[in-house]
């Protein structure tokens, strides 16, 4: 899994969200950290962005099939969810429409 610079977060302290990013960067369980979800890109192409609870990815047919990119992570599914909402607002504010991947730069 790989993360983008420029991470959207939202409802995760600065420490927490260190603890995390390492955990997601070994691919390793999250443990006493309870649940996070992630925001990624789509895993196969086909929508705008998904929504994941961060141990899902974890299960190996994830990890030997998609190379999953991370670009925000919440503390709750709501929160997520308007991550979601955000990153495509910005990106039409900005003039990029549907370009998810052109407006985040990758």
Known sequence: MRIIDNLYTTGIK??????????IH?????????RAYVVTLPLCKDGLLEVYVYDQLLQPYYISNFDVCVIGIADTKESAMGLV????QQSYDAGYGL????????
């Open 85 to 88: 909402t955000d990153i495509i």
């Open 99 to 106: 370009d998810i991947c052109g407006f985040l730069g990758v």
């Open 26 to 34: 070994s691919n390793s369980k999250l443990g006493k950290l309870k």
């Open 14 to 23: 600065e420490k927490k969200l260190k603890k995390i990013k390492n955990k």
